[in-house]
């Protein structure tokens, strides 16, 4: 009951806020324009549709916030009004009072607010789904941003989840794309990312990792964490000075080098995926700002690490090996590529795919970025894989949302960008790494320390090894020769009792001959 009600909420904050005239336009049937005016005395249809909509997904609460988010990157698919509102969603969600992220952090730290803080600012900097932020100062004199997790949040989220799953199962039941999808599978990591982004600590531990990993590409800033501070509610880090990256004409005024910044984007991207493997995938301009300090001039400084995407070592190899075959132009190899990892059915025509993928790809290469639209491009791929029923990898799922992401940032600081070229040459450079001697030599270099251990104890090692081979031997020998005396033995008896059975039946032959003759004699 309790989920049909919350459906029924949705349904009722669609007809309100009149989302059904932006997203059901195309939809004839007359229980539906029954149902709008049943609850038309509610429908607030003065304001502009984009503010409808970002005010209906904050009444849907937190899932449906983070797709806002999602969408507000994509200008390219939006009108500009829309995405303009939706990008309000990134850092200006409305807060909870001040006096509730006040007693909360008491709670977390077990102290009064002042016994932590020398000043603690009331009024949050910046307010988002999952929880909100605010500036303070420390006994010492550090700047720190002190994150504060909402009331009641996973309550929500977990009712919406049940949601999902059921819709999710509902999908892949009733038809063949369903199943394709994986629709369960990507509900299930979504349920895992944002139960991650729940717990702050695990947040605090991402941006500690990505801060190692960014260390020495002096491209982003990440802040470090106060670990005395940080609990699953509340977590503590340096305050960080920045423009938001959404800002381009004051980054610009404050001479900033636009298309560098775009390029570095790119860069720092596919660093995070190719070299580490450990990206940060929650990349929309409320999570990014520029530095404008005369020591960090320029560079990225990243923010809110509660969602984070890995990659094994075979996704990275699969994943730069399309790539580059997709930057070359050898749609022939992507198609192999797709048959190798099992993502299309053994059956599949290699020339069948190689002409579909060229067919979806060919059109975009060699324009500049604001001319290609990566959602045009992934529908017609969409397209193709219904074709030829290739299933989508739930674990890939991250690194597409990140894409559209870099894309959306890419577009709005440098539309001439071309994301191609500016990826090939560091796919190229990465794979001659981990493929050429200088990965190899990087690879024994890594084992080294397993070898130097090894290498003293590899005489002992082969010793014991050989001894036990011989015991075994010598074992089996042993039993073969026990059960060789066993065989003969049984033989023996087997014999044995065959000569008494014949013995017996002899006897009572003879008895019965005897009886026979002494009645025939009388």
Known sequence: MRHLLRLGFIAFTVLRFGLDELALSSFKHRWLRALARVVAIG????????????????????????????????????PLDVADELAKLQDRVPPFPASQAAALVEQAFGRPLLAVFA???REPVASASIAQVHFAVLQDGREVAVKVLRPGMLVAIENDLILLRKL???????SLDGKRLKPR???AEFDKYLHDELDLV?????????????????????????????TPGVIVMERMKGVPISHVQRLRAAGVDIPKLARDGVTIFFTQVFRDGFFHADMHPGNIQVSLEPATFGRYISLDFGIIGTLTESDKDYLAQNFIAFFRRDYKRVAELHLESGWAPKGTRVDELEGAVRACCEPYFDRPLKEISLGQVLLRLFQTSRRFNV??????????KTLLNIEGLGRQLD?????WSTAKPFLE??????IGWRGLAERLRAEAPRYAKLLPELPRLLHDALQARVDERAASSAHEAHWAALVAEQRRTNRLLQGIVFAGLGFLLGLLAAQLWQQWRF
Not at 49 to 76: C, H, W
Not at 168 to 174: D, I, N, Y
Not at 391 to 400: H, K, M
Not at 415 to 419: G, H, S, W
């Open 43 to 78: 429908r607030r249809l003065d304001a502009p549709r984009g503010e409808r909509l970002r005010l209906a997904l904050e009444r849907l609460g937190p899932i449906f916030v983070k797709f806002g988010q999602v969408l507000s990157t994509r200008r390219d698919l939006l």
């Open 119 to 121: 000043s603690f600012e």
């Open 168 to 174: 999710a199962a509902w999908v892949e039941r009733g």
């Open 185 to 187: 599978e990507v509900v």
């Open 202 to 230: 695990r947040e605090a531990a991402n941006a500690a990792q990505l801060r190692r990993n960014m260390e020495g590409l002096r491209l982003v800033m990440v802040p470090e964490m106060i670990w005395d501070l940080c």
């Open 391 to 400: 299933e989508i990898q739930p674990q890939l799922v991250l690194l597409q």
């Open 415 to 419: 539309p001439e960008l071309d994301l």
């Open 429 to 434: 450079r990465w794979m001659n790494q981990q």
